[in-house]
């Protein structure tokens, strides 16, 4: 069984079991729930930069990257950074992460905050919404279109940006639809873990305009964003690069400035 299907099956029991714990309709009466939402590909739309930082414990492939890190500190950094926005894992089991950082995130900076998770539900969409966030990932490769469709228009219905996440042409294929506001390409095979920015090469020219171009994974130098950039990437999601540092808010800083030149 490849790590994806493992995650994905463990992620079914863990929502069943929240579902039961924290029904909907508390979710919905959280504070943040009718909060308005930044969003994330306007921001990125009109950046020179699209440096999407994240936050990342630990993660399946690299094992421990950064246990000293606080949420809270990360946050203020990445803001003062200036990043376009801010990526809380908030898977457990994988990544070391959990919706109470997607909280301590919201409570201490102004980013549009993505919630990085392997959504399987549109519970998931609901907590996402009642903890601050602003946007929600999906992942093609464990979601057939019909959920795609379904996940996204929902997650529209919640003034939450969506970006929606495919390794391969067959799953780009199967998820362009206009409920999507972001197409991110990993440049990661998920069953592999090898990197190439060739995937993001290879598919930006199938992506259409309408939707804003996030490359992921395996983007750790100036050099990497400079060459996807002709490809029509706005947007760049970085995680370990700023997390393995001891100040991952200052390591933004001078990537970003260092970018900029």
């Known amino acids: 069984m490849d790590i994806l299907t493992r995650i994905v099956n463990d992620k079914r029991k863990e929502v069943n079991l929240r579902k039961q714990l924290i029904p909907t309709k508390q979710l919905e009466q959280s504070v943040l729930f009718e909060r308005e939402t930044i969003s994330l ?85 609901i907590e996402a919404k009642a903890h601050g966030a602003d946007a929600i990932l999906l992942i093609a490769a464990i979601l057939s279109k019909k959920e795609i469709k379904q996940f996204s228009e929902f997650a529209k219905s919640l003034n939450l940006d969506v970006l929606l996440e495919v390794h ?62 002709p490809y029509g990437y706005k947007g760049f999601l970085i995680g370990e690069n700023f997390m393995k540092t001891d100040n991952a808010g200052e390591s933004a800083k001078q990537f970003i400035k260092k970018l900029k030149i």
């Open 168 to 229: 391969n042409e067959e799953e780009l294929n199967k998820s362009i639809i206009p409920s999507l506001d972001l197409l991110g390409v990993n440049n990661r095979n998920l069953k592999t873990f090898k990197v190439s920015l060739e995937i993001s090469k290879q598919l930006s020219t199938l992506i259409p305009n309408d939707f804003i171009k996030v490359s992921e994974s395996g983007i750790s130098s100036i050099e990497a964003i400079k060459i996807l950039q």
């Open 41 to 125: 590909a306007k921001k990125l739309k009109n950046s020179d930069t699209g440096i999407i930082a994240e936050h990342k414990r630990r993660s399946p492939s690299k094992q421990v990257i950064n246990h000293d890190l606080n949420v809270f500190d990360v946050a203020k950094g990445y803001e003062e950074a200036g990043v376009c926005g801010m990526s809380v894992l908030t898977d457990g089991k994988y990544f070391g992460g959990s919706l109470d950082d997607l909280l301590t995130a919201r409570a201490n900076c102004n980013l549009p905050l993505l919630r990085k998770e392997f959504i399987i539900d549109q519970y998931q969409i």
